[in-house]
């Protein structure tokens, strides 16, 4: 069974300021990565995705994450963020076999002018 | 392509009553989903579908609830006998093929018992 933890429920950040939402994992299998975001009164809509190769991955929006398998970490990350950006932030583990995704409980990012 | 319809969006009904969701998914897709979110959580998989058959579901699926997709196209979501406990967002989500394939959501059905 795989778990996913965001350890930060809300994080403030100015307006143009870099931002990084923490996201770890457990899995006793291989397993693939993501990252949505939802905006209020929306559905959720993929930010990117890790399956395999290079572990830094670009996505929708100027985001970015680094999978990191010795340390059970997909941190995303953007580099200057805009008032658009504020959402609720959820990863996502899927292992190798199966088609049941876990996400983790979100962060909230609210960006501050 | 309009993407992932559900209805209604909102539901209030009372503790006891049974509710119906319904769920339209991307037209090519094969694959549907169900999930419930509460406040301040990520969403929990419910079940899958793939074409018509119903290949998985989470313990968290009692046996109030059922969920169908008749002809591989929507789905419905029914909850029998509800209970407070069961006020949550219901979202459904769909894909094509694939094995890391992306999920497609709706905007979900806000239930509320009262």
């Known amino acids: 069974a795989q778990s996913v933890t965001q350890l930060d429920s809300q994080v403030p950040v100015f307006e143009e300021a870099p931002v990084e939402l923490r996201c770890n994992y457990s899995?006793?299998?291989?397993?693939?990565l993501f990252w949505y975001v939802q905006y209020p009164n929306q559905g959720l809509q993929l930010l990117l995705k890790?399956?395999?190769?290079?572990?830094l991955v670009k996505g929708i929006n100027g985001f970015e994450a680094e999978f990191n398998k010795s340390q059970t970490s997909f941190h995303l990350r953007k580099p200057s963020v805009h008032i658009s950006d504020t959402a609720e932030y959820f990863c996502?583990?899927?292992?190798?076999?199966?088609?049941?995704?876990?996400f983790g409980p979100g962060t909230r990012l609210s960006v501050l002018p | 392509d309009t993407g992932v319809s559900q209805d209604p969006r909102h539901k209030i009904t009372k503790r006891g009553q049974n509710v119906t969701f319904r769920c339209d998914p991307i037209?090519?897709?094969?694959?549907l989903y169900w999930y419930r979110q509460t406040l301040g959580q990520g969403p929990e998989f419910l079940t899958y579908?793939?074409?018509?058959?119903?290949?998985?579901k989470s313990r968290l699926l009692s046996d109030r609830f059922s969920a169908e997709r008749p002809k591989g196209s929507f789905s419905t979501l029914e909850i029998q006998r509800t209970e407070q406990g069961d006020s949550a967002m219901y979202l459904c989500?769909?894909?094509?093929?694939?094995?890391?394939?992306?999920?497609?959501f709706g905007p979900g059905t806000r239930l509320t018992v009262t």
């Open positions: 989500a769909s894909s094509f093929g694939g094995a890391v394939n992306e999920q497609y």
């Open positions: 899995s006793s299998v291989s397993v693939y």
């Open positions: 890790y399956l395999s190769g290079s572990t």
């Open positions: 996502a583990v899927r292992g190798n076999y199966g088609q049941n995704f876990v």
């Open positions: 037209s090519e897709h094969n694959r």
């Open positions: 579908f793939q074409n018509e058959a119903q290949l998985e």
